[in-house]
């Protein structure tokens, strides 16, 4: 760091240096030119001791000023090399000349407009996530409403008049899909304060599967598609947040089987693995995937051939659930083959809950 500094220092005073040597010369040709109009005047020693003491005082200068300016140049070499921090201009404090002083009042001048721009961005930004949820909360309540009447009006239609009953449960599925797609935009503001909204504990696998089966029922009768459960996995995980995820996989699984004729399966497979931790594994007999599609679908507002034709995806389910389970310190991968189905498996390390905070950087987004 020193001899850097140092190199920088000296750099900025190479034309000064180069003007005093010059001028050193000067004054030995002036002696020069003496001697040969007055021979013997000046002494050949004096010459030499002249420009001795020259560069013994440019040097002596050089030293003196560098000392004083050291800790200046130090600290900005270190402020440039913190250029990711909001308060890397603050590092600059050793000020010494009038120039180095304007220079620093002006790094603190704007920085202090960017913390203040930065503040406003902010509470922009606060406010309009505060809306959103405000909006999505307040829209969640018409859904039910609706889902309400669709079911009286259901009880009090004679079960003769089918077409009758076949509108108030397309109008069941519309509310369905509302739901689905506010709950979705509540869980994209939700994740910007994920560490917030967290609550961990030991969680049945079955008993959350379980429920997410009964909140599908209608759809699953509607669709033929039988849900089953294997086996059971208790884990260390937020039991709302992988609800939510759960939900990605089985909306898929319901989405992209309806093209297919005949009664399918949707099977969750629970498994304890050796050395702690578990597996949660929820495989389909949808469409599959495309194998040039299975790389992107944890990309945001990715849809693939699928999304296209059944017009419907908005391509942010997969992402958000790839998300959560990063952030939960989860691993998420997928298996499809075409025609026949896709398997997605979430896998619960023993040690990964306790370092969500830093495994939701380095995940690579979803769909």
Same mark, same amino acid.
């Given at each position: 760091?020193?001899?850097?500094?140092?190199?920088?220092?000296?750099?900025?005073?190479?034309?000064?240096?180069?003007?005093?040597?010059?001028?050193?010369?000067?004054?030995?040709?002036?002696?020069?030119?003496?001697?040969?109009?007055?021979?013997?005047?000046?002494?050949?020693?004096?010459?030499?001791?002249?420009?001795?003491?020259?560069?013994?005082?440019?040097?002596?200068?050089?030293?003196?000023?560098?000392?004083?300016?050291?800790?200046?140049?130090?600290?900005?070499?270190?402020?440039?090399?913190?250029? $990711?921090?909001?308060?890397?201009?603050?590092?600059?404090?050793?000020?010494?000349?009038?120039?180095? @002083?304007?220079?620093?009042?002006?790094?603190?001048?704007?920085?202090?407009?960017?913390?203040?721009?930065?503040?406003?961005?902010? @509470?922009?930004?606060?406010?309009?996530?505060?809306?959103?949820?405000?909006?999505?909360?307040?829209?969640?309540?018409?859904? /039910?409403?609706?889902?309400?009447?669709?079911?009286?009006?259901?009880?009090?239609?004679? *079960?003769?008049?089918?077409?009758?009953?076949?509108?108030?449960? *397309?109008?069941?599925?519309?509310?369905?899909?509302?739901? @689905?797609?506010?709950?979705?935009?509540?869980?994209?503001?939700?994740?910007?304060?994920?560490?917030?909204?967290?609550?961990?504990?030991?969680?049945?696998?079955?008993?959350?599967?379980?429920?997410?089966?009964?909140?599908?029922?209608?759809?699953?009768?509607?669709?033929?598609?039988?849900?089953?459960?294997?086996?059971?996995?208790?884990?260390?995980?937020?039991?709302?947040?992988?609800?939510?995820?759960?939900?990605?996989?089985? /909306?898929?699984?319901?989405?992209?089987?309806?093209?297919?004729?005949?009664?399918?399966?949707?099977?969750?497979?629970?498994?304890?693995?050796?050395? $702690?931790? /578990?597996?949660?594994?929820?495989?389909?007999?949808?469409?599959?995937?495309?194998?040039?599609?299975?790389?992107?679908?944890?990309?945001?507002?990715?849809?693939?051939?699928?999304? @296209?034709?059944?017009?419907? /995806?908005?391509?942010?389910?997969?992402?958000?659930?790839?998300?959560?389970?990063?952030?939960?310190?989860?691993?998420?991968?997928?298996? *499809?083959?075409?025609?026949?189905?896709?398997?997605?498996?979430?896998?619960?390390?023993?040690?990964?809950?306790?370092?969500?905070?830093?495994?939701? *950087?380095?995940?690579?987004?979803?769909?």
């Amino acid at each position: 760091m020193n001899r850097r500094s140092a190199a920088l220092y000296l750099r900025d005073r190479i034309t000064f240096v180069i003007v005093y040597v010059l001028m050193i010369g000067f004054g030995v040709g002036i002696m020069l030119l003496e001697e040969k109009r007055y021979s013997g005047v000046v002494d050949l020693g004096n010459k030499y001791y002249f420009v001795v003491l020259s560069l013994f005082f440019v040097l002596l200068w050089l030293a003196v000023d560098y000392t004083r300016q050291r800790d200046y140049y130090k600290q900005l070499r270190h402020a440039t090399e913190c250029t $990711g921090e909001l308060q890397a201009a603050a590092i600059v404090q050793s000020v010494v000349t009038c120039e180095q @002083r304007l220079v620093s009042q002006l790094l603190a001048a704007q920085q202090s407009a960017y913390l203040h721009e930065l503040g406003k961005y902010r @509470r922009q930004q606060e406010l309009h996530n505060h809306f959103v949820l405000q909006w999505v909360h307040h829209m969640k309540t018409p859904v /039910s409403v609706i889902d309400l009447l669709a079911q009286e009006a259901l009880q009090q239609i004679p *079960s003769t008049v089918e077409d009758q009953k076949q509108l108030v449960l *397309s109008m069941q599925e519309e509310a369905d899909r509302m739901a @689905r797609g506010l709950e979705m935009m509540l869980y994209t503001a939700r994740l910007d304060k994920f560490e917030i909204d967290l609550h961990l504990k030991k969680t049945s696998l079955r008993e959350m599967i379980r429920t997410i089966i009964n909140a599908h029922k209608r759809l699953f009768i509607r669709h033929s598609l039988f849900p089953r459960i294997e086996g059971d996995a208790w884990v260390e995980t937020d039991e709302k947040w992988m609800t939510f995820v759960v939900n990605q996989f089985v /909306s898929n699984a319901i989405k992209y089987r309806k093209n297919k004729p005949g009664a399918k399966k949707i099977v969750f497979q629970l498994e304890e693995r050796a050395g $702690g931790g /578990s597996k949660l594994s929820v495989t389909d007999e949808g469409i599959g995937i495309a194998p040039h599609d299975l790389s992107r679908i944890f990309d945001p507002f990715f849809t693939g051939e699928n999304g @296209r034709a059944a017009g419907e /995806s908005t391509g942010m389910g997969l992402y958000l659930a790839k998300q959560v389970c990063g952030r939960l310190g989860h691993r998420l991968t997928v298996k *499809s083959d075409l025609g026949v189905g896709t398997t997605f498996t979430v896998i619960f390390e023993p040690q990964g809950i306790h370092v969500f905070g830093n495994t939701a *950087s380095g995940d690579k987004h979803t769909k």
